[in-house]
């Protein structure tokens, strides 16, 4: 993995997501159909935008305090602002905002925990900036890879003061 490069940045958007309570592992087996479920609703409601709409998995929980049962994690779509959504089953809307520290990797779907460790040990711990009490989240600005060793684009955010 090669470093990434690192900005900070102000970031307030809308989402539609589907939220999974369970491991990380319980998680990956599920997340394709919370996906298929997410851009159906999308579909259906004429919220995707081409070249703008975003994909991304928001983390809720702390691995390292939290049992693996009672992880929460999400799968999002930005749409836009003024969008008007009536929640139904298990779609809901969530307003993201606040400052990130947005690591830019090109990786491999076997690189994402080190990308993540990176953000952490390397760059958050090691730095002057202070963490801020909000989720962490992936963007995927490409296509997350279908192979293990194609890579795509993912941002990571880490909410910072």
Same mark, same amino acid.
């Given at each position: 993995?090669?470093?990434?490069?690192?900005?900070?940045?102000?970031?307030?958007?809308?989402?539609?997501?589907?939220?999974?309570?369970?491991?990380?592992?319980?998680?990956?087996?599920?997340?394709?159909?919370?996906?298929?479920?997410?851009?159906?609703?999308?579909?259906?409601?004429?919220?995707?935008?081409?070249?703008?709409?975003?994909?991304?998995? @928001?983390?809720?929980?702390?691995?390292?305090? $939290?049992? *693996?049962?009672?992880?929460? $994690?999400?799968? *999002?779509?930005?749409?836009?602002?003024?969008?008007?959504?009536?929640?139904?089953?298990?779609?809901?809307?969530?307003?993201?905002?606040?400052?990130?520290?947005?690591?830019?990797?090109?990786?491999? *779907?076997?690189?994402?925990?080190? *990308?993540?460790?990176? @953000?952490?040990?390397?760059?958050?711990?090691?730095?002057?900036?202070?963490?801020?009490?909000?989720?962490?989240?992936?963007?995927?600005?490409?296509?997350?890879?279908?192979?293990?060793?194609?890579?795509?684009?993912?941002?990571?955010y880490i909410p910072?003061?």
């Open positions: 993995m090669e470093k990434p490069s690192i900005t900070i940045e102000y970031f307030n958007t809308k989402v539609i997501y589907v939220r999974f309570q369970g491991s990380y592992v319980a998680f990956r087996k599920n997340s394709r159909k919370m996906f298929n479920q997410l851009f159906s609703f999308a579909t259906t409601n004429n919220l995707i935008i081409p070249g703008e709409t975003k994909v991304l998995t @928001m983390y809720h929980d702390n691995p390292f305090i $939290t049992d *693996a049962k009672n992880l929460r $994690t999400s799968v *999002a779509m930005t749409i836009p602002s003024d969008t008007v959504i009536n929640e139904i089953e298990d779609i809901n809307v969530l307003q993201i905002s606040g400052k990130f520290g947005i690591g830019h990797f090109e990786i491999s *779907a076997m690189e994402y925990e080190a *990308a993540w460790q990176y @953000m952490y040990q390397e760059w958050l711990f090691k730095g002057k900036e202070k963490p801020r009490d909000s989720f962490p989240f992936e963007l995927y600005v490409t296509e997350p890879p279908k192979r293990l060793k194609e890579k795509s684009f993912t941002d990571i910072i003061e």
